[in-house]
Nanobody, 120 residues
Framework: QVQLVESGGGVVQPGGSLGLSCAAS????????MGWYRQAPGKQRRLVAT???????NYADSVKGRFTISRDNAKNTVYLQMNSLKPEDTAEYYC??????????????WGQGTQVTVSS
C-alpha cells in the first residue's frame, strides 16, 4: 500500500507562482509514474502533468510552458512548480502514483488533494 501526503496549496494572484509537493511512503517499490491531476467545481478530474521513473514527462496543453513537474527518487517525492498562474488554474490538485509490476499489472494511488486558488 502507498500513502501520499500533499502540501503547498494556497491562494495566489494571477501571474504568481506556487509549488506543490507530494511525498509517497509505504510500498514504494515498483513506482513507475507520478503525477498531478486537478478538478475544478462541476468538472471532471483531468491530467495536469506526469513523470515516469525514467524521467519522461507529459503535460496538459493548458499548462505547457508554465508548469514543471519533477521528482526526487531518493525522497520518493514529486513536485509541481506552477508559474504564470491564471484564474482558470483554480482547482483541487491531486497527487497520483502508479505502481507497475513485472507482469505489467498497475496500481494507482491518490493523495488527499490540495486547493489552489488564483484570484486577485
Amino acid at each position: 500500500q502507498v500513502q501520499l501526503v500533499e502540501s503547498g496549496g494556497g491562494v495566489v494572484q494571477p501571474g504568481g507562482s506556487l509549488g506543490l509537493s507530494c511525498a509517497a511512503s509505504g510500498s514504494i517499490f515498483s513506482i513507475y509514474r507520478m503525477g498531478w491531476y486537478r478538478q475544478a467545481p462541476g468538472k471532471q478530474r483531468r491530467l495536469v502533468a506526469t513523470i515516469t521513473s525514467g524521467g519522461i514527462t507529459n503535460y496538459a496543453d493548458s499548462v505547457k510552458g508554465r508548469f514543471t513537474i519533477s521528482r526526487d527518487n531518493a525522497k520518493n517525492t514529486v513536485y509541481l512548480q506552477m508559474n504564470s498562474l491564471k484564474p482558470e488554474d483554480t482547482a483541487e490538485y491531486y497527487c497520483n502514483v502508479q505502481r507497475r509490476l513485472r507482469d505489467a499489472t498497475t496500481y494507482d494511488y491518490w493523495g488527499q488533494g490540495t486547493q489552489v486558488t488564483v484570484s486577485s
